[in-house]
């Protein structure tokens, strides 16, 4: 068995092998996880919108022991991630790291979000940072917005849309 | 021991595990798959394998019993005269995969077989995983040229 808690170390080894064969394989396969994370939280985004997407982080910080800040506003989500586990387990490996291991988390939680009719927009930050600023939003016209502002620094910045 | 992780334990990564497991089969083949394995359990698992390289299965026997025990499975492990037994009569990923209504990937113990098999490469130590049945195996890692 490979623990629950080396995870992500596998999950590396196998971003690393996707990224070496042709095409997309890494998005291929994210929209695979994704598909599989549908089981745990697109219900509860559909039924309950930004309260759900909430909780179900709110839920996800306890389990996977994320130093992170949610913050739910009247028509946005925030999330700040102080520390990401996942990134930091990625760091802390005798294996070396895959240089777009922080994709994933857009990749995956992307479509699920579209599929919810919200936008999503990340600031990572930098690939070797363990810190993550994101933003979901109902109305399209605010996540193009803080895109846009965004986009003017020298963040690196994935979306949904 | 190299990794040693605490606080909460976040069982739901099994369920990606089985999910991964049967991408990689049914895109990329079983060799794959266990190339994957093997990949981790030398390079991810350095520390063990180098230990195991030199004879020193301490690691390996600490790394069984803490992950075990964190993830509450039900085992026993042995050691004796070079032998080393590790019996699982309740694998905690099988059990929440299980517990979760997911389908168990028909490779999902390919994991444990070939972590082990790469751990014990290119070291005097040799394994073999014996399935017993749903959640129940017995890991056997042996010393060469030991009786």
Same mark, same amino acid.
């Given at each position: 068995m490979i623990p629950? !808690? =080396?995870? /992500?170390?596998?999950?590396?080894?196998?971003?690393?092998?996707? $990224? #070496?064969?042709?095409? $997309?394989?890494?998005?291929?396969?994210?929209?695979? /996880?994704?598909?599989?994370?549908? @089981?745990?939280c697109l219900e509860n985004f559909q039924k309950d919108g930004l309260r759900g997407m909430y909780d179900y982080w709110n839920h996800i910080r306890i389990?996977?022991? +994320?130093?992170?800040?949610?913050?739910?506003?009247? !028509?946005?989500?925030?999330?700040?991630? =102080?520390? +990401?586990?996942?990134?930091? *387990?990625?760091?802390?490996? !005798?294996?070396?790291? +895959?240089? *777009?291991? +922080?994709e994933h988390c857009v990749g995956w939680i992307g479509p699920i979000i579209s599929k919810c009719n919200y936008y999503m927009v990340c600031d990572i =930050?930098?690939?070797? /940072?363990?810190?993550? =600023?994101?933003?979901?939003?109902?109305?399209?016209?605010?996540?193009?917005?803080? #895109?846009?502002?965004? @986009? @003017?620094? !020298?963040?690196?910045?994935?979306s949904n849309f | 021991m190299r990794y040693k992780d605490r606080g909460e334990v976040h069982k739901d990564f099994h369920a990606a595990t089985n999910m991964t497991i049967d991408y990689i089969v049914d895109n990329f083949g079983e060799d794959a798959l266990a190339m994957l394995f093997r990949k981790m359990a030398t390079d991810v698992y350095k520390s063990i394998h180098d230990k195991l390289k030199k004879g020193d299965a301490s690691e390996l026997i600490e790394h069984l019993k803490y992950y075990l025990d964190r993830e509450k499975g039900e085992y026993e492990i042995s050691e004796n005269n070079g032998t080393i037994i590790c019996e699982i009569s309740k694998c905690p990923a099988v059990e929440h995969i299980i517990k979760s209504g997911l389908t168990l990937s028909p490779h999902f113990c390919r994991q444990t077989i070939e972590v082990n098999a790469g751990l014990c490469e290119g070291t005097p130590w040799k394994t073999k995983t014996e399935l017993l049945g749903c959640g129940k195996c017995r890991q056997v890692f042996k010393l060469e040229n030991q009786q």
């Open positions: 629950s !808690d =080396h995870f /992500v170390r596998f999950y590396n080894e196998v971003f690393k092998f996707l $990224d #070496k064969q042709s095409g $997309d394989g890494l998005s291929k396969y994210w929209l695979a /996880v994704s598909k599989l994370q549908e @089981n745990f389990e996977e022991n +994320c130093d992170m800040t949610l913050k739910l506003n009247e !028509d946005f989500l925030e999330l700040i991630m =102080h520390k +990401c586990p996942s990134l930091s *387990k990625v760091q802390d490996n !005798d294996a070396e790291p +895959c240089a *777009k291991y +922080c =930050h930098g690939r070797n /940072v363990p810190t993550c =600023h994101s933003w979901i939003f109902f109305e399209k016209i605010k996540a193009e917005q803080k #895109k846009a502002e965004l @986009n @003017n620094s !020298d963040n690196t910045i994935f | -």
